[in-house]
């Protein structure tokens, strides 16, 4: 009953991604957003507190604040705070880099604030192939400042990829030696994940392993990434639910509103809080949302006896890799995307486009860190 209720959508968004700024001091090669260089165009500190006034008017609960990496963002405290005292609580993403010992001493005084450090392998032979050299000690240097600080039970958010599905005992044993929660999730082929995704999603035996451990560790967060694995059988805990334009929305850094994080595409822009009406008139008016909130059919999967369970799975998958809206997640687990996914030609899948990249591309067959890549050339 709850999942049909949420269908039609929400006054206001249950969970609001806000991504501060484009720029960003590492060049992952999964990054959804492309991030790399600062739009100039990105919201002024004035026009973003605007936006939080409206948040607190709508009574969002709380805004998941990412990027790029927000802490490069020189008033990125200022709006931090305005959010907090105005009583939108924030989870913000960041890669730890910026975040030493001051800077988390002065975050675990604050209130309804929670703290994300992106962590994609388990060593760092595994997290700097995807986040670049150094990446694995400078999230462990973070973890390490949040808890000589005693912010408290801080995430660790992971990626799964098919090179790091192997360490989930070792994630959580991370987790456990700095008092943090896990939090796992799903690899879109959006920004530059496109061009990684077909090398770096789990097999199918991953994904049944994962599914597994998962069951055997329901207080894992996961964020409804991997509602699509439960056509294995038991439903995993959750919504279940592809909530885009219905319960979860994105600003990016400019301002535009896409009813997905992973959807950074402009056939899934609603408008912009800079249009007349705001954010607000966006999430409550917009032809997208709405149309998003109509019954959908299930498609290609009505007949499917899983379709209750993993609802078609990823909006996002489905789209950055060719396939039909209607039709079956890229990964699903039963392979009726399998065929579908072969037929798809060269250059028929939606170009992310360039995003905010530094001028350096991916090496798929080695994955090399982001410094030694070679220039980039436009597809």
């Known amino acids: 009953m709850l999942v049909d209720q949420l269908k039609t959508g929400l006054d206001a968004p249950i969970c609001l ?16 957003s492309s991030s790399g260089r ?27 604040i990412g990027g ?34 001051e800077k988390a001493v002065r975050l675990a005084a604050m209130d309804y604030l929670d703290v994300q450090i992106s ?12 986040r670049g050299e150094g990446s694995h000690a400078a999230s462990i240097r973070a973890m390490e400042n949040l808890a000589a600080a005693n912010f408290g039970p801080f995430k660790i958010s992971v990626v799964i990829t098919r090179d790091n599905v192997t360490q989930l005992d070792a994630f959580q044993a991370i987790a456990d030696t700095y008092g943090a929660e896990l939090r796992l999730t799903r690899l879109r082929p959006s920004g530059r994940g496109a061009d990684t995704w077909h090398e770096l999603h789990p097999t199918n035996d991953q994904q049944r392993l994962l599914y597994n451990w998962l069951l055997d560790h329901p207080r ?17 805990p ?39 009406g705001g954010f ?6 917009s032809d997208l949302f709405t149309s998003l909130r109509e019954p959908q059919s299930p498609g290609a999967c009505g007949s499917c006896g899983s379709y209750d369970s993993c609802q078609g799975g990823c909006m996002a998958a489905k789209f950055f890799t060719g396939l039909p809206l209607d039709g079956p997640d890229p990964e699903c687990v039963l392979g009726n995307a399998d065929d579908a996914l072969a037929s798809v030609g060269s250059g ?10 530094k001028p350096v591309a991916v090496t798929l067959s080695s994955r090399p860190t982001p410094r030694s890549l070679p220039a980039l050339t436009p597809r």
């Not at 600062?38 to 998941?64: G, H």
């Not at 705070?81 to 993403?93: L, P, Q, T």
């Not at 607000?280 to 008016?285: E, F, G, H």
């Not at 028929?348 to 990249?357: E, F, W």
Request: aromatic share 10%.
């Open 17 to 32: 991604t806000w991504e501060l700024t484009y720029a960003c001091n590492l060049a992952c090669v999964h990054c959804l």
């Open 38 to 64: 600062r739009d100039p165009d990105e919201l002024s500190t004035a026009e973003a507190k605007a936006v939080i006034d409206e948040l607190q008017a709508m009574q969002v609960f709380y805004i998941n």
């Open 68 to 101: 790029g990496e927000p802490m490069v963002r020189p008033d990125f405290f200022e709006l931090l705070e305005y959010a907090i005292d105005h009583r939108v609580g924030v989870k913000f993403s960041t890669n730890g880099t910026k975040l030493d010992a």
């Open 119 to 130: 962590l994609d392998g388990a060593t760092a032979e595994i997290n700097d192939k995807v």
């Open 220 to 236: 894992t967060l996961t964020g409804d990434s991997f509602f699509h694995l439960s056509a294995f059988g038991e439903a995993l």
């Open 238 to 276: 959750g919504l279940n639910l592809c909530g885009a334009g219905r319960v979860v929305c994105l600003i990016d850094p400019v301002g535009d509103v896409y009813a997905c994080p992973f959807v950074l595409h402009d056939e899934f822009r609603a408008g912009n809080v800079r249009d007349v």
């Open 280 to 285: 607000t008139n966006v999430w409550r008016s």
């Open 348 to 357: 028929s899948a939606p170009n992310p486009g360039p995003g905010h990249s």
